[in-house]
């Protein structure tokens, strides 16, 4: 029963937006029963379509919301490096996080586990 919904409500999805391109590809799938490549084709292509891609730390810093929406985006960077030189080793560490939560964007720098 779940295999047909999911083929109905793809059939119906792909109507009314178009989408996606692999059509074969999915069908093909789905008639195995392979769903973790169904979500993959469909992840993949819809990612493609619409230019999904993980926005910079400036485009978080800039997102506003649109009259009745809302935003919250966060974005963390952390490093770690070591090193061994003559027998005397050293490492450093640390991260920084941005919040945007509703155009108000906190931003602090903390010490990695």
């Not at 059939?11 to 692999?22: E, L, Q, R, S, T």
């Not at 080793?89 to 931003?107: C, F, L």
Request: glycine fraction near 8%; aromatic fraction near 12%.
């Amino acid at each position: 029963m779940i295999k047909c919904i999911l083929v109905y409500y793809y059939n119906i999805y792909k109507n009314i937006k178009g989408y996606p391109a692999f059509d074969t590809d999915i069908a093909s799938a789905a008639e195995k029963g392979d769903w973790d490549e169904v979500h993959r084709l469909l992840s993949e292509e819809f990612s493609l379509k619409h230019n999904l891609r993980p926005l910079s730390e400036a485009e978080i810093r800039e997102l506003k919301p649109e009259k009745g929406g809302y935003v919250h985006a966060e974005a963390i960077s952390t490093f770690k490096s070591s090193s061994n030189v003559g027998g005397k080793t050293m490492s450093q560490s640390g991260g920084h996080k941005i919040i945007n939560d509703n155009g108000a964007v906190t931003e602090f720098n903390f010490m990695p586990y």
